[in-house]
């Protein structure tokens, strides 16, 4: 059975800072990996994917994700958080065997401070 | 384009009625996925269409609960004798499915689904 983990409920950081929102996966056989963002009374966008090649995946609104294999894991970073980039987030991982079920995460909630 | 759009947006019931929540993909979305949020969780898979077929509908979980997409387009959603537990929102997804590998998934609104 696959799963996702994100450890923290909540993360807080200052406008400014970069911000890392963490992610571990379990599949059986090569994982997809995605981060969703959910905003109040929205529904889910879009923001990035991993489906294979390179380990840094940049997508919307200036966040990226690095894949890391060894560790299972698909942390969502930006280098410079902004307070509209508060948020609900979510991470979801498919296996590419094939199968069409997609496993999300229980969501991290993303507090950026003036 | 126009985006995902699920109707109703919210729906109270009694308990033990039927409820049937409908989803309208993006134009020329051949899959279309139906998830399930409940308060404080990630959205929680149920069924899978590409086409018409149910492809994987492992995530129901028990036989109250049903889905179609008859002309592989619009679909249906339907809960027979609803239960308190059933209340969530109710999420639907559209995505081309590449050969390549998995499309992004649009989500839809979602219904808030209230059982009284």
């Known amino acids: 059975a696959q799963s996702v983990a994100q450890p923290e409920d909540q993360v807080n950081v200052a406008e400014g800072n970069p911000l890392t929102v963490k992610c571990t996966y379990s599949?059986?056989?090569?994982?997809?990996l995605f981060w969703y963002v959910q905003y109040p009374n929205r529904g889910l966008q879009f923001l990035l994917k991993?489906?294979?090649?390179?380990?840094l995946v940049k997508g919307s609104y200036g966040f990226e994700a690095e894949f890391n294999k060894s560790q299972t894991s698909f942390h969502l970073k930006k280098p410079s958080a902004l307070v509209s980039d508060s948020a609900l987030y979510f991470c979801?991982?498919?296996?590419?065997?094939?199968?069409?079920?997609?496993?999300f995460g229980t969501g991290t909630k993303l507090q950026v401070i003036p | 384009g126009a985006g995902v759009s699920q109707t109703p947006s919210n729906k109270v019931t009694e308990k033990g009625k039927y409820v049937e929540l409908r989803c309208d993909p993006i134009?020329?979305?051949?899959?279309l996925y139906w998830y399930r949020q409940s308060l404080g969780q990630g959205p929680e898979f149920l069924i899978y269409?590409?086409?018409?077929?149910?492809?994987?509908d492992s995530g129901l979980p028990n036989d109250r609960f049903f889905a179609v997409r008859p002309e592989g387009s619009v679909s249906t959603l339907k809960i027979q004798r609803t239960e308190r537990g059933d209340s969530a929102v109710y999420l639907c997804?559209?995505?081309?499915?590449?050969?390549?590998?998995?499309?992004?998934?649009?989500f839809g609104p979602g219904t808030r689904l209230t059982v009284l």
């Open positions: 997804a559209s995505s081309l499915e590449l050969a390549g590998g998995p499309d992004t998934q649009y």
């Open positions: 599949v059986s056989g090569n994982p997809y």
């Open positions: 991993y489906i294979t090649g390179d380990n």
């Open positions: 979801a991982v498919r296996d590419s065997g094939g199968y069409q079920k997609v496993t």
């Open positions: 134009s020329g979305h051949t899959a």
């Open positions: 269409f590409q086409g018409t077929g149910a492809a994987d």
